[in-house]
Each structure stands twice: as C-alpha cells, then as structure tokens.
C-alpha cells in the first residue's frame, strides 16, 4: 500500500523500489501533472502525452533499475522530462506565424504571447523549474531530485528565472 504524504510524492511504507503497483499509483495520483509538464516541455499536447507514454513505457520495462536513493515519483520525473526532451527534439519545428483564420489578437492573446515567448527564451534548466514548481507543484527537493541538482541549486535557478522573466515582462505581468 503506498500513501501520499504531505510533501505530495509517493512513498512505499518499507523498502523504497519500483514495482508495477507503486508505478502505476504514482501515474494515477499525478498524471494531469506529468501531461501538463511534459506538454509544456515537448511544446505540444500530442508530443507531451507521447513523452509520457514514452516514459511509462521506459519505467516499466527499467524498473528492476530503480536505486530507491529517492521517490518513484522523482524518478518518474526525471523519466517524463527526459522523455519529453527527447519528443521535442524530434519534432520539426514550425515556425508561428498569424491567425489563419484572421481573428484579431486581444490584449490576453498578446500578453499570453509574451509571457511564452519571454519563457521560452530562458535557458533550459529554468524553464524545466519553472514547470516542475508551477505546473507541477512540486517542492525544491522533488525538483533537485528529477534535475540532478542541489537544493540551493534550484532556488537560484528559480530566482534567476523570475528575474529574468520581470527584466523581459515588467513588473505588472508578475504581480
């Protein structure tokens, strides 16, 4: 039986490993926040559903693997961010261009546009905190954990990211 604590990963009472039951309950418990990231991070739904089939699939088949030296969940992390990297990678890129249909951009639309355009623009390592701590609600522990990074580490990768998106936003679009 696993539980959810506080922290929001799950746990395995005794011995932390990765078995079929406790993989399948983490996916359970967090699949909107894995499709959420993982679109985020391949740049489309479709590619961040695939990464998370992907990385599914990888954990299944790869789970006798597992050191138990943290959570399934932020092993399952680490494998949907991988996973959706790998997506992005792979698919061709198109570039935007204007509305085919015509519609006229709103003040939302444009803001909207800029805040992905400012996010976009940041360097990788931020914009994955940015979508592990906002999309998915994660802590800095669970982020270290799925970048391979110290505690520390993600909190000046954070405070860098919101610097740079206020220097690229203004103030307002933050507050």
């Given at each position: 039986m696993t539980e959810l604590p506080s922290s929001g990963l799950l746990r395995s009472p005794r011995r932390r490993e990765a078995t079929a039951a406790t993989i399948e309950a983490t996916y359970r418990a967090r699949a909107p926040e894995f499709i959420r990231v993982a679109t985020a991070i391949a740049g489309s739904r479709e590619g961040g559903r695939d990464a998370v089939q992907e990385a599914l699939t990888r954990a299944f088949a790869r789970r006798t693997t597992f050191r138990g030296t943290g959570t399934v969940e932020a092993w399952l992390w680490k494998a949907v961010v991988n996973a959706a990297r790998n997506v992005r990678e792979r698919s061709p890129r198109v570039a935007e261009g204007?509305?085919?249909?015509?519609?006229?951009?709103?003040?939302?639309?444009?803001?909207?546009?800029?805040?992905?355009?400012?996010?976009?623009?940041?360097?990788?390592?931020?914009?994955?905190?940015?979508?592990?701590?906002?999309?998915?609600?994660?802590?800095?522990?669970?982020?270290?954990?799925?970048?391979?990074?110290?505690?520390?580490?993600?909190?000046?990768?954070?405070?860098?990211?919101?610097?740079?998106?206020?220097?690229?936003?203004?103030e307002e679009v933050l507050a």
């Open positions: 204007p509305d085919v249909d015509g519609a006229a951009h709103d003040a939302v639309d444009e803001r909207r546009d800029a805040v992905r355009a400012a996010v976009a623009a940041l360097p990788e390592r931020q914009r994955l905190a940015l979508f592990l701590r906002y999309y998915a609600d994660l802590d800095y522990a669970a982020i270290a954990s799925t970048l391979g990074v110290r505690r520390g580490t993600v909190s000046a990768t954070l405070n860098h990211a919101h610097e740079a998106l206020r220097a690229s936003l203004g």
